[in-house]
Structures are given as structure tokens and as C-alpha cells.
T-cell receptor, first 112, second 112 residues
Framework: EAQVTQNPRYLITVTGKKLTVTCSQN?????MSWYRQDPGLGLRQIYY???????DKGDVPEGYKVSRKEKRNFPLILESPSPNQTSLYFC???????????FGPGTRLTVT | DAKTTQPPSMDCAEGRAANLPCNHS???????VYWYRQIHSQGPQYIIH???NNETNEMASLIITEDRKSSTLILPHATLRDTAVYYC?????????????FGQGTELSVKP
């Protein structure tokens, strides 16, 4: 089954403790992206990757890092999480651009 | 990318057609109209896209006006499961970069 998986689905952590949210797709897609969703602010793009070793900033990249060492995986790294990064995070992928994207189920992160 | 305007909310009776409008008066010639929807806290789901001709798939129909300044997404027989936020996005294909901007969308409530 074609899908985008994210882990963990729920995470509660404390300020400053580094964490990684994994994202994996099994569709051989070139494009992958991370979004965060907050009440009243909608979906905002954090980072995206057009292909392996090619990443670029979205609209809200501060406080996040990404890497794309292999086509299927696109982890989101929070080196020093802060409470303002409490949010619902979505990973997405598509064949070759931000067009017909498949989204993962989401990761709900709480930073205390 | 052109900006879009959608009504914040709409109601529709179950079994009736849901017609969701989107205004994109500043759209340029190489920009497509994309529609996604998001059922509560799930990952967004791609629905349909078009350039200037009307499009139909198993989920919906997309009607784009001749001047391309507005469009309507039609769910022909809305069900309770179609209750979601619907996003209209305008974007050029093959332009530089991988950003995709989601607006506030229209919250569609399908009622029995």
C-alpha cells in the first residue's frame, strides 16, 4: 500500500531535549516536505526537499533541521525544542514537486 | 503564486451537491488550481487540479471560469464523511522552488 508514515504519532517532551520525527514514503517520490499546523494559522511549510541531498527552507524553518540522505526518508530534527514548537506536524511526498502530495497521519508534539 | 479567497464556512445537506467557490483573480497563465481537503486533524488529501478546462475524477469536479479568475469544486452527492476543510491553492507547475501555501480554506459541514 502506498503510504507516508510518521513516527512517533504522539510525543510529549521537555524544553531543550533534542528529538527527531521520522518520515518515510514507499512510493519512490522525489519530493518530500514538512508542515506544521496550528489553530488559527493553518498549515505552514517548514522545509522541503526536491530530491536526495537537496533541501530548502519553507516559510517557518527556524528551530528545525532536516536531512535527505536517502529518497524514502526525510526526518525532522528539533535540536533544542521550545514550547512554541508545540504543534501538529505533517510530512508529505509527491512524485516531482509540491503538487499532488500524499500526507502522513501527523505527529502531535507537545513541548513543556 | 496567486492568492486565493474562499468563504470561511459552508453548510450542505447530505445527498445534495456541495459547491465550494474559490476566487483567484490574480492568477497567471501558467498557474494551476489545486484542491485539497483535510478531515479533522488528519493529513490533507489531494482532490483534483486543473489549468483551464473543467476536470472530473472519482472524488469531485472542478469548474474553472473562462477568465480563470475563479473556480468551483463540486462534490456531486455530499456525505457526512465529506465534512472537512477544503483548500484551494494556485500554483505554477515547474516554477522554481517547492513551496506550497495553504490558506485558511472553507470548512464544509455536511448535515443529515
Amino acid at each position: 500500500e502506498a503510504q507516508v508514515t510518521q513516527n512517533p504519532r504522539y510525543l510529549i517532551t521537555v524544553t531543550g531535549k533534542k528529538l527527531t520525527v521520522t518520515c518515510s514514503q514507499n512510493m519512490n517520490h522525489e519530493y518530500m516536505s514538512w508542515y506544521r499546523q496550528d489553530p488559527g494559522l493553518g498549515l505552514r511549510q517548514i522545509y522541503y526537499s526536491m530530491n536526495v541531498e537537496v533541501t530548502d527552507k519553507g516559510d517557518v524553518p527556524e528551530g528545525y533541521k532536516v536531512s535527505r540522505k536517502e529518497k524514502r526518508n526525510f526526518p525532522l530534527i528539533l535540536e533544542s525544542p521550545s514550547p512554541n514548537q508545540t504543534s501538529l506536524y505533517f510530512c508529505a511526498s509527491s512524485l516531482n514537486g509540491p503538487y499532488e502530495q500524499y500526507f502522513g497521519p501527523g505527529t502531535r508534539l507537545t513541548v513543556t | 503564486d496567486a492568492k486565493t479567497t474562499q468563504p470561511p464556512s459552508m453548510d450542505c445537506a447530505e445527498g445534495r451537491a456541495a459547491n465550494l467557490p474559490c476566487n483567484h483573480s490574480t492568477i497567471s497563465g501558467n498557474e494551476y488550481v489545486y484542491w485539497y481537503r483535510q478531515i479533522h486533524s488528519q493529513g490533507p488529501q489531494y482532490i483534483i487540479h486543473g489549468l483551464k478546462n473543467n476536470e472530473t475524477n472519482e472524488m469531485a469536479s472542478l469548474i474553472i471560469t473562462e477568465d480563470r479568475k475563479s473556480s468551483t469544486l463540486i462534490l456531486p452527492h455530499a456525505t457526512l464523511r465529506d465534512t472537512a476543510v477544503y483548500y484551494c491553492i494556485v500554483r505554477a507547475i515547474y516554477n522554481q522552488g517547492g513551496k506550497l501555501i495553504f490558506g485558511q480554506g472553507t470548512e464544509l459541514s455536511v448535515k443529515p
